[in-house]
Structures are given as C-alpha cells and as structure tokens.
C-alpha cells in the first residue's frame, strides 16, 4: 500500500513562494495520477492541481492558475508543487493523494484513493 508523504509546508509573507513535496512511502507513484489538494479552516477541502502518471498532462483549479506548478520526479517518486505568489487566502493544510488510475489529471476527490497527512502552509499578510 502506499502511503504519501507531504513536506514543504511554513509560515511566509503574502509575495512569497513555497515548493511543496509529496514523496511515497511504500509502493510507488509510477503509473499513476497524483493530486495536490487543500482544506482551509472551517472549508471543506478542494481541487488545487493535479499531473498524470507520465507528467505531460497538468491540471489546476481557476484560482491558483499562473501561480502553482505541479511537476513530478519518477527517479525521486516525489511530485512538487511549487507556489508562488502566495496570498492570505492560500492558508491551509496542503494534501497530495494518489489516483486510482494514471491516465488523465483528474479534478475529482472522490477518485483519489491515498492520502497524506497534509502540511500546514500559513500565508501572513
């Protein structure tokens, strides 16, 4: 079973930049589609970005587009999500999930099978 794993996350200025990891533990990503989500207090967590197993194939939520870039490293078996631009209203918990399928990027949680345990990005204004 494999089991993400999310690092990256702080505490930064409003401008600012953040690159976000998500490496496996366990089996690997290879093959599969991986998802960056979030969940703001009090908010039910949404869509952020997502890459498709062979990493050709991105997809970002309207609100992050020109500002995040989600990339993959099958050599490392880590995704990233480099965020730049950081806003007040980025502040969340940040989760990568892993996809039942690798095809396409998808948008949808309720297709992710395998969650992290998430890392705390606060942006200060």
């Known amino acids: 079973q494999v089991q993400p794993v999310e690092s990256g996350g702080g505490l930064v200025q409003a401008g600012g930049s953040l690159r976000l990891s998500c490496a496996a533990s366990g089996r690997t990503f290879s093959g599969y589609t991986i998802g960056w989500f979030r969940q703001a207090p009090g908010k039910e967590r949404e869509f952020v970005a997502a890459?498709?197993?062979?990493?050709?194939?991105?997809n970002y939520a309207d609100s992050v587009k020109g500002r995040f870039t989600i990339s993959r490293d099958s050599a490392k078996n880590t995704v990233y999500l480099q965020i730049n631009s950081l806003k007040p209203e980025d502040t969340a918990v940040y989760y990568c999930a892993r996809h039942s399928s690798g095809l396409y990027p998808s948008s949808n949680i309720e297709e992710y099978r395998y969650w992290g345990q998430g890392t705390q990005v606060t942006v200060s204004s």
């Open positions: 890459i498709n197993w062979s990493g050709r194939s991105t």
